[in-house]
């Protein structure tokens, strides 16, 4: 089965950009989603298609995907963004979901 | 306003069965897929299931497959997850959620609204 790989922990300054990684094979090659997760709260969904943003979704919120690797960028990091964020696939008849990075807003 | 109600969870021990229940509300039911996503505790998001905005078609996660079905009923505006031969593992927060772009043979545009879940606790 098709797998995704994220770093356990994004840190950025209040103001400054993160950067959300989400690992797999030749992933590039299909749509990647985001979703941002607070705690007690159902997904969110930021990011899809790649680089699409959902109406209502702030504009600091941005994404790429090429080769093995798909990002999500946030810059001008707000402490509302403090959050779990999860990138999602379609492969193989299935949805997969990447294990989620924990980004922490200093 | 789009609104996505689960129903049906509790506390229900190894081997039994359970039926989760989502009513929708809010848009047109009838073109979109409607996925069921779960969260054990602590832990990341699991996909489950999907059924096609038709019911043409269902798709589910390897950990449930063979145990649980999916179904909806356009008229009541309402999908179902059966979960049969529960497991410890399966226990978690169960999502409905929908997604418009799902055609042929998968999903392309994300899940754009989710429910608030309802707990599924599997124990002896």
């Known amino acids: 089965s098709y797998e995704l790989t994220q770093p356990l922990s994004v840190s950025v300054a209040l103001g400054q950009t993160a950067t959300i990684t989400c690992g797999g094979d030749?992933?590039?090659?299909?749509?990647v989603h985001w979703y941002q997760q607070k705690p007690g709260q159902a997904p969110i969904l930021v990011i899809y298609?790649?680089?699409s943003r959902p109406s209502g979704i702030p504009e600091r919120f941005s994404g790429s995907n090429s080769g093995n690797t798909a990002t999500l960028t946030i810059s001008r990091a707000q402490a509302e963004d403090e959050a779990d964020y999860y990138c999602?696939?379609?492969?193989?008849?299935?949805?997969?979901f990447g294990p989620g990075a924990k980004v922490t807003v200093l | 306003q789009v609104h996505l109600v689960e129903s049906g969870g509790g506390v229900v021990q190894p081997g039994r069965s359970l039926r989760l229940s989502c009513a929708a509300s809010g848009f047109t039911f009838s073109t979109y897929a409607m996925h069921w996503v779960r969260q054990a505790p602590g832990k990341g998001l699991e996909w489950v299931a999907v059924i096609w905005y038709d019911g043409s078609e269902e798709y589910f996660g390897d950990s449930v497959k063979g145990r649980f079905t999916i179904s909806r009923d356009n008229s009541k505006n309402t999908v179902h997850l059966q979960m049969n031969a529960l497991r410890v593992e399966d226990t978690a927060v169960y999502y409905c959620a929908r997604e418009d772009g799902c055609i042929g043979g998968g999903c392309y545009t994300g899940i754009d609204y989710w429910g608030q879940g309802t707990l599924v606790t599997v124990s002896s």
């Open positions: 999602q696939v379609w492969d193989s008849s299935t949805y997969v």
């Open positions: 298609r790649d680089n």
């Open positions: 030749n992933i590039g090659s299909g749509n």
